[in-house]
């Protein structure tokens, strides 16, 4: 099956700084979402961006499907941006998540 | 909120006991998906309906079955609980049931520990 890798495993940062959380997938997808688990273990979709650029308020996300790889921005970090973020992708109904990228945003 | 409910959101349980989870996807959604998310295996997928059917079976153990009524509700029975099931077991759901253009929406999750 496809083999997802996110990169940093582990992020802390100062509040109002900026970030950049890579996804790197094996195959071609059909199918590339990003997703926020905040503390309290809720999944929240953030984008569905199989190809291109998306914004949405201070985040935003870019996928290169010919180069197999998808990153997220956040600007201006802020203390709730904390939790976990994962890269899921999807090709032939199987769809795989990678093992997260956890943000500490500190005040 | 996602749209998706489901229920309990916590449960505790002996092992070797059986328990039954329950979704309602969001409306107008045909598809409703199954996650296990645990600490040692990450979030695996499980199991997958569209419109009644299975379409997609994933690291889903003999021990684990589900269904979709319908109503398009699902239940994810887990059965012979053992310790290693504790986990969260998350629900979500889609529109269609294609890999493409369909964003899949989570949702809280039913937080599950064997003792």
């Known amino acids: 099956g496809i083999q997802v890798e996110q990169s940093p495993p582990d992020l802390i940062l100062q509040e109002g700084a900026n970030s950049t959380l890579r996804c790197n997938f094996s195959d071609s997808v059909n199918n590339l979402q990003w997703f926020h688990q905040n503390p309290w273990g809720q999944l929240i979709n953030l984008f569905y961006i199989p190809s291109g650029t998306k914004q949405n308020g201070r985040l935003s996300a870019t996928t290169v499907a010919t180069e197999r790889y998808s990153l997220l921005y956040i600007s201006s970090s802020q203390t709730t941006d904390s939790g976990v973020y994962f890269c899921?992708?999807?090709?032939?109904?199987?769809?795989?998540f990678g093992a997260g990228t956890r943000l500490t945003v500190k005040p | 909120d996602s749209g998706v409910t489901q229920t309990p959101k916590h449960l505790i349980t002996a092992t070797g006991q059986r328990v039954t989870l329950r979704c309602s996807p969001r409306?107008?959604?045909?598809?409703v998906y199954w996650y296990q998310q645990s600490l040692d295996q990450g979030l695996q997928f499980l199991i997958q309906?569209?419109?009644?059917?299975?379409?997609a079976k994933g690291n889903i153990l003999e021990r684990f079955s589900a269904q979709q009524f319908p109503d398009l509700h699902s239940e994810l029975n887990l059965s012979s609980l053992e310790l290693g099931d504790s986990a969260l077991y998350f629900c979500?759901?889609?529109?269609?049931?294609?890999?493409?253009?369909?964003?899949?929406?989570f949702g809280e999750g039913s937080w599950l520990t064997v003792v």
């Open positions: 309906y569209y419109n009644g059917e299975e379409r």
């Open positions: 409306s107008g959604d045909l598809s």
């Open positions: 979500a759901s889609s529109v269609g049931w294609s890999d493409s253009g369909n964003t899949i929406y």
């Open positions: 899921a992708v999807r090709n032939n109904n199987d769809m795989r």
